[in-house]
Structure formats: C-alpha cells, structure tokens
C-alpha cells in the first residue's frame, strides 16, 4: 500500500458559495506524485467525512470525479462510501484508489471504525489519498484537535483517539490558513496546539505539501512546520524533501 497524505489535494474550489472542479494542486509535485502511481483507468472509492451529510458528500464526489479527468486521471468506476452506501468497502481491494476526504476529525473517525476500515485495509495493495481529516485520521493514536465552536472549552472532547494506524505521525492540516485563528477566544495554535503539543510531535503542512509513504519510508515534500513541546519550527520547504523514516 502506498499513501499520499496531504493537507489538501485541490480539485474543488467555492464560487457564489457551490462547489465546482478545479484541477488537482501541482505545488511540490503533488499531482506528479499521484500521476506516477496511478493505475490507468482506475476505480476510485471516495470514503467520506460526514456520513450523514449526503448534499456535502454528493458535491464533493462530483467535483472529484470531474477533477480527475481534468487533471490526467483516467478513471473506470467511482463509488462514495457514506452511511447510504456502507456495504461498498465489503469490496475493498477491488478499487486501486481509496480517497479519505476532510471533515471533523473525530465524526470521520467514529465512521471510519463503523465500516472497520482500518482492518479492511490490512491487505490492501492499492494507493491511499488522504487530506486534511482523512490524513490526521491515518495516524495510530490521532490528534483531534479542537475545531467546532465549544470544543475547546469543553473539558471532556476527546483530543486523542484511536486511528487507522498507518502511520504514527500526527498532521495538522492548512497551517497557512489557521495559524492565526481563534477558537473560542483562544488562539488555535499559541493556546490549544502548543499546550496540547507537550510530550507530542505535530507535523504542520501547508495545502499543496505532502507526506508519501511507501515501502515502509516516509517522505516529507514542501513547506511543513514542526509543532513540539510548545514550540515550532520549520522543517521543510517549498520544492524541497525531507526523509522523515
């Protein structure tokens, strides 16, 4: 099994508040890298974030379909795994690309252990393409940082839980966009993530960097921040690699 672990992959983007197809980023060879391992006309299964969110789901299901062909992704059959079709990942392996979208983390964990993905994914030999969510989700012991208003204040949201295991890094996604956010009246990184970040190692991406693993290595691409006991500190940057393992 190959994976692809990304802030964000593009492919979608917001105009007059719908979704509509964009090509996939190309920033620090992202779609290169999922063009060199993609199989030529391949089947696709976009498991989702929010189970239950079936207008959410559909439109970001349509985008993708058509982003990949507007990117060079020649594809023959594209399912979406959500609560209306849970049965799809009984035929896992069949599909030479699992796509796991971004959400809330713990609401796509809780789904991701009701259709036992992690041991489906076992044996399986294809290619995994996550973001944002789906990549924190990748983690053994996942970080699930605050995110919805309440959370942070709330004394018993659970900011570790139990992931799919394929990696033992925690990523904090779209650190371009959120390192200056607050939540509820706290700063997200100076307040929450580095006092969460004590005893811890967080990996800040920005969209269009990456994390590949393959054959047991993993590899850093593009601008990434190291978040660790309170502190951080860049690690990589754009158009460069970092061996992490």
């Known amino acids: 099994m190959k994976v692809m672990l990304t802030s964000s992959i593009g492919g979608q983007a917001k105009v007059d508040g719908k979704r509509v197809p964009t090509i996939l980023m190309e920033r620090n060879g992202l779609l290169a890298t999922l063009k060199k391992n993609w199989t030529q006309n391949a089947k696709v299964l976009i498991i989702c974030a929010a189970p239950y969110d079936y207008e959410r789901n559909d439109s970001i299901f349509t985008c993708l379909k058509e982003s990949f062909s507007m990117s060079g992704l020649t594809v023959s059959a594209i399912e979406l795994c959500d609560d209306r079709k849970r049965d799809v990942v009984d035929n896992l392996t069949a599909f030479h690309v699992v796509a796991l979208t971004g959400g809330h983390v713990p609401t796509q964990n809780h789904f991701f252990k009701s259709i036992h993905l992690k041991e489906r994914l076992s044996d399986y030999n294809g290619i ?16 699930a940082g605050p995110e919805l208003e309440g959370e942070a204040i709330n004394p018993l949201f659970k900011r570790w839980i139990s992931g799919l295991g394929i990696t033992n890094i925690n990523i904090f996604p779209h650190y371009q966009s959120l390192k200056d956010d607050y939540l509820d009246g706290l700063r997200l990184i100076e307040d929450i993530t580095f006092t969460d970040s004590m005893g811890h190692e967080f990996i800040a991406l920005n969209d269009g960097s990456y994390i590949l693993i393959e054959d047991g290595h993993e590899t850093l691409y593009g601008e990434a921040y190291m978040i660790k006991d309170g502190q951080l500190y860049q690690i990589c940057k754009d158009n460069e690699a970092l061996i992490l393992k």
């Open 128 to 143: 995994v393409v996550a973001w944002s969510a789906g990549s924190m989700n990748c983690a053994n012991n996942v970080y």
